[in-house]
C-alpha cells in the first residue's frame, strides 16, 4: 500500500514544488507523511463541502489544486472555515496535498490539458522560466483557422461550458492561441499573448479595463471562468495514480458561478 510519502515522491517527478511560484504553498498541508494511503479524492478546492465528502466516503488522502491555506495562521478554532477545515481533516485522519503553480507549469499539468483540449498544436509556455522548458501557461496553434466567434463556440462546446464571454471582433481570424489556467488577467500574461502575436487569448477571471486595454492591441480574449480552465486537471491526476489506489473525483461542483439566460 502507498504511503502519502510515496504518493508525493511521484508528484514531485511530475510537477515539482520547486517549479511553484515564491507566493504559493505547495507540498503536504495536513497530515503525516508516513501514513498509509487507501482511498483519494480529487478536486480543484479543498472546500468545506468537499472535505464532508470526503469524511462521509471514507477517504483518507485529499489531493487539491488551490492551497487550503496561504498565509500563516495564529490559531486553528471552529471559528472560521480554515479552521473548521483543518480540525475536520485531522480529526477524520485525511492528508491534504495540494499542487497549485507547480501543476500549473509542469508538463501534463493544467496548461497542458487545457490546451490538448482546446486543440493547440506545436505547443510551448506563454511565460518562459529561466533556462527551462515549462512556465505558466502556453501558446500554440489551431489545426485549421478559423474565427473568433467559432473557437468560442468550439471552446465552448469542448470545456462542456454552460456558456461563455468573448470579446473582440466576431469574424476576426484566429490561428495562433495563448491560454493560461486560473487567473489570467495579469498584465504580464496578456502582455506576453500580444507580444508573441497570439490572435486569441484564453484565460479566466478577466476584468473590464484589463479587457478594454487588450481589445486595444486587437487581440480577442475568451473568459473561460477560472473554474472552467483548471477542471480537466482532475482527470489528469487521476490517471497518473489509477492503477496504483482508489482515486476519485469530487462529485461536487465547483463552479462558483451559476448562469441565468438563454443559453
Ligand atoms: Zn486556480
Redesign the pocket.
Same mark, same amino acid.
Given at each position: 500500500m502507498l504511503t502519502a510519502e510515496q504518493i508525493i515522491s511521484q508528484f514531485e517527478e511530475w510537477a515539482p514544488m520547486s517549479y511553484a511560484e515564491d507566493w504559493d504553498n505547495v507540498g503536504l498541508l495536513i497530515g503525516d507523511a508516513g501514513a498509509p494511503v487507501k482511498k483519494i479524492l480529487v478536486a480543484?478546492d479543498a472546500t468545506e463541502e468537499v472535505i464532508g465528502e470526503a469524511v462521509a466516503g471514507g477517504f483518507d488522502f485529499i489531493i487539491c489544486?488551490?492551497p487550503l491555506v496561504y498565509n500563516p495562521i495564529k490559531r486553528v478554532t471552529s471559528a472560521d472555515s480554515t479552521g473548521r477545515k483543518i480540525i475536520s481533516l485531522v480529526k477524520n485522519g485525511i492528508g491534504c496535498f495540494c499542487a497549485?503553480t507547480n501543476l &500549473?507549469k509542469a508538463v501534463g499539468g493544467?496548461s497542458d490539458c487545457l490546451a490538448e483540449k482546446i486543440g493547440l498544436n506545436y505547443v510551448s509556455p506563454l511565460i518562459k522560466e529561466e533556462n527551462e522548458c515549462i512556465g505558466i501557461g502556453r501558446v500554440g496553434f489551431i489545426s485549421e483557422e478559423t474565427t473568433l466567434s467559432r473557437l468560442a463556440e468550439n471552446v465552448k462546446i469542448s470545456l462542456n461550458l454552460p456558456s461563455l464571454r468573448f470579446s473582440g471582433s466576431s469574424d476576426k481570424k484566429i490561428k495562433k492561441v495563448a491560454i493560461c489556467?486560473? &487567473?489570467g488577467s495579469s498584465a504580464r500574461y496578456v502582455d506576453a499573448a500580444i507580444s508573441q502575436n497570439c490572435d486569441a487569448y484564453i484565460t479566466?477571471d478577466l476584468r473590464y479595463h484589463c479587457v478594454q486595454e487588450a481589445l486595444e492591441s486587437g487581440i480577442g480574449l475568451i473568459d473561460i471562468t477560472?473554474y472552467g480552465?483548471?477542471i480537466l486537471v482532475v482527470d489528469a491526476i487521476i490517471s497518473r495514480f489509477k492503477n496504483q489506489v482508489e482515486i476519485f473525483p469530487s462529485s461536487i461542483d465547483g463552479q462558483v458561478f451559476k448562469h441565468i439566460g438563454n443559453h
Amino acid at each position: 500500500m502507498l504511503t502519502a510519502e510515496q504518493i508525493i515522491s511521484q508528484f514531485e517527478e511530475w510537477a515539482p514544488m520547486s517549479y511553484a511560484e515564491d507566493w504559493d504553498n505547495v507540498g503536504l498541508l495536513i497530515g503525516d507523511a508516513g501514513a498509509p494511503v487507501k482511498k483519494i479524492l480529487v478536486a480543484l478546492d479543498a472546500t468545506e463541502e468537499v472535505i464532508g465528502e470526503a469524511v462521509a466516503g471514507g477517504f483518507d488522502f485529499i489531493i487539491c489544486h488551490h492551497p487550503l491555506v496561504y498565509n500563516p495562521i495564529k490559531r486553528v478554532t471552529s471559528a472560521d472555515s480554515t479552521g473548521r477545515k483543518i480540525i475536520s481533516l485531522v480529526k477524520n485522519g485525511i492528508g491534504c496535498f495540494c499542487a497549485h503553480t507547480n501543476l &500549473d507549469k509542469a508538463v501534463g499539468g493544467v496548461s497542458d490539458c487545457l490546451a490538448e483540449k482546446i486543440g493547440l498544436n506545436y505547443v510551448s509556455p506563454l511565460i518562459k522560466e529561466e533556462n527551462e522548458c515549462i512556465g505558466i501557461g502556453r501558446v500554440g496553434f489551431i489545426s485549421e483557422e478559423t474565427t473568433l466567434s467559432r473557437l468560442a463556440e468550439n471552446v465552448k462546446i469542448s470545456l462542456n461550458l454552460p456558456s461563455l464571454r468573448f470579446s473582440g471582433s466576431s469574424d476576426k481570424k484566429i490561428k495562433k492561441v495563448a491560454i493560461c489556467g486560473g &487567473d489570467g488577467s495579469s498584465a504580464r500574461y496578456v502582455d506576453a499573448a500580444i507580444s508573441q502575436n497570439c490572435d486569441a487569448y484564453i484565460t479566466g477571471d478577466l476584468r473590464y479595463h484589463c479587457v478594454q486595454e487588450a481589445l486595444e492591441s486587437g487581440i480577442g480574449l475568451i473568459d473561460i471562468t477560472h473554474y472552467g480552465s483548471e477542471i480537466l486537471v482532475v482527470d489528469a491526476i487521476i490517471s497518473r495514480f489509477k492503477n496504483q489506489v482508489e482515486i476519485f473525483p469530487s462529485s461536487i461542483d465547483g463552479q462558483v458561478f451559476k448562469h441565468i439566460g438563454n443559453h
